[in-house]
């Protein structure tokens, strides 16, 4: 599945995930590099992963080829503009790009209404900087000065946007506010939980703590690629404990046929015994 819905499931999915934390400080070293190829050099760096992380999230969701592949905010913006997809009204999935030239800080928009634009966001914090350390959710003033314009994906089910010049346009739905979609799979399951990693954790001690699985631990956190590798303050998805399966009792064999006498009555056949319920 590709389009705005897989794109914004994905990203929000990594909500809570921090960057490293090393001899005092957070050190811009983070997993998304790694698995964008050709873009190793920004974790090893220590460079900022604001634009890297929404080009991890374009690659994990099929949507690759509608997003630049970089980790300058520039380059995005150039990138959109020179496809003529540049906006200054926000879309749903779309890019948006923050700064004087809008070259400061980008995040991924998942909704949007008349005064504020919603989005994920990584290389950020609870302030909104752009050289945070973690993946988070913002809310954002539209009209703010440093809220510079919009990339808008060519994403195959066309964009929802607020640009009321792309009205009636083949390709663009015109709506003065709007929610992101939903992917039909994104529903959190029954029973799961998060937690948040302390030093000392390892997955194995979070599966022992919890009572479940480290499998069905890995299965919950699909993003994790190196189970070995958790850092503090990342948040793990934990599932619900599984519950104790109820064991059927045999069914009780019919007694034995009794003797006939001219007083006794027969003796009913036992009934199966139906299994308990817990």
């Known amino acids: 599945m590709s389009g705005a819905a897989e794109l914004i499931r994905i990203a929000k999915a990594e909500v809570g995930y921090k960057e490293g934390f090393a001899n005092g400080h957070w050190d811009n070293t983070e997993k998304y590099a790694g698995q964008v190829p050709g873009m190793a050099w920004v974790s090893a760096g220590h460079y900022p992963w604001c634009a890297l992380f929404v080009s991890w999230a374009a690659l994990k969701s099929g949507n690759n080829d509608l997003f630049p592949r970089t980790a300058s905010c520039a380059y995005a913006l150039d990138w959109f503009r020179k496809k003529g997809r540049f906006s200054e009204y926000p879309a749903i999935g779309a890019q948006v790009l923050f700064g004087p030239n809008g070259g ?59 640009d009321p010049a792309l009205k009636g346009k083949s390709g663009f739905t015109y709506a003065a506010k709007a929610d992101g979609p939903a992917a039909k799979h994104a529903a959190p399951k029954a029973g799961l939980k998060k937690v948040i990693v302390k030093s000392g954790m390892t997955l194995s001690s979070i599966a022992l703590a919890a009572g479940v699985t480290l499998a069905s631990l890995l ?22 404990k599984p519950s104790p399966t109820a064991t059927k009792k045999p069914a009780s064999k019919p007694s034995a046929k009794p003797t006939k006498s001219a007083t006794a009555k027969a003796t009913p056949k036992a009934t199966s015994t139906k299994p308990s319920c817990k």
């Open 104 to 162: 400061t800080h980008t995040g991924i928009v998942y909704a949007y209404d008349s005064t504020y634009v919603y989005t994920v966001e990584g290389n950020t914090n609870t302030s909104g900087s752009p050289e945070g350390n973690g993946v988070y959710l913002r809310k954002r003033a539209r009209r703010d000065a440093s809220t510079y314009g919009y990339g808008l994906p060519k994403f195959p089910e066309g964009v929802t946007t607020a």
């Open 219 to 240: 299965t919950a956190n699909p993003s994790l690629k190196n189970p070995d590798k958790i850092q503090p303050g990342q948040t793990i998805t934990v599932p619900a």
